[in-house]
């Protein structure tokens, strides 16, 4: 969870593909002891079982041996 302003907002948005393949709606989530924060989670529109059978990584390092490089959408500065 990270705190962006409007402008950043517009650029999350257009990298994941909000409108067209995912849905930014508000969710509340517990963040501490029973503080309740109100956050944007990104949903995916027309959900495919399969992407469950993909592997899951803790993280995404263009240079990690899952051999699927970060390919840039944007230019350079955009995100």
Do not use: W
Request: hydrophobic letters at 35%; glycine letters at 8%.
């Amino acid at each position: 969870m990270y705190s962006v302003d409007q402008e950043k907002l517009r650029v999350l948005d257009a990298f994941e593909g909000c409108p067209e393949y995912y849905d930014r709606l508000p969710v509340e989530v517990e963040v501490h002891e029973g503080k309740i924060e109100t956050v944007f989670v990104y949903f995916i529109k027309s959900f495919k079982p399969d992407l469950l059978e993909k592997p899951m990584l803790k993280e995404y390092l263009s240079e990690g041996d899952h051999g699927l490089p970060y390919e840039t959408r944007f230019g350079e500065g955009d995100v």
